[in-house]
């Protein structure tokens, strides 16, 4: 299943993987197209964290579970964007409870809209985030840890409406959140807009 969202001229492909307990493969860029994050820029929470992303995460007194992986990838503008893998958590009882009284084929409705506002709210990031490395940072590392956290503070303040909503419609409590290892961001020219393939029949989280 592949879904394509337009902004302009501008293709967002979000795909959605099942989750392997292999850990995620980073994009393959070249160095001088990108910014990517490595552990040394990374915010000390992170350094700290496994390179594979969270099985779980606790959101308003309930533990959700990393379900699905989404492949994201959106442009600024021909030279900036950003690309990376973005991580979808479910609350696993009422994911349980939904299957039983609506049956699994409303998954597949419920990941359509995921994908679609998740692709609409990274757009919104990129276009918001600003690429020009800061005259003030203390080195090349700071500079590009500064365009990542604003890049993660637009994204999860773009897509909270989004959640807040699908979550009263569906009765499902959901988040998504960027896997900042796998993060790369585009500055001198951007490739970030491609997809995955995935059977139309596959159901359920």
Do not use: W
């Not at 757009?123 to 203390?138: G, S």
């Amino acid at each position: 299943m592949k879904l394509a969202v337009r902004f302009g001229a501008v293709v967002v492909l979000i795909a959605v993987s099942a989750c392997t307990s292999t850990g995620v493969k980073k994009p393959q860029t070249t160095a001088s197209e990108t910014l990517e994050i490595t552990k040394s820029t990374q915010p000390e929470s992170a350094q700290n964290s496994e390179l594979a992303p969270q099985s779980s995460r606790s959101k308003a007194g309930k533990t959700l579970n990393l379900v699905r992986m989404l492949d994201g990838g959106a442009c600024k503008n021909d030279r900036e964007g950003v690309k990376g893998i973005f991580l979808l958590y479910a609350d696993p009882v009422a994911v349980e409870t939904i299957q039983a009284q609506r049956g699994v084929e409303v998954f597949t409705e419920f990941e359509n809209k995921i994908q679609t506002f998740s692709a609409e709210a990274l757009q919104e990031a990129v276009n918001k985030t600003d690429f020009t490395p800061d005259p003030f940072a203390l080195d090349a590392a700071d500079a590009q840890l500064k365009v990542s956290r604003q890049f993660l503070d637009h994204f999860d303040n773009a897509i909270a409406p989004a959640i807040d909503a699908f979550e009263q419609d569906s009765g499902l409590p959901i988040d998504v959140k960027a896997f900042f290892s796998s993060l790369v961001f585009y500055t001198q020219g951007c490739e970030a807009t491609y997809g995955h393939e995935q059977p139309d029949d596959a159901n359920g989280f």
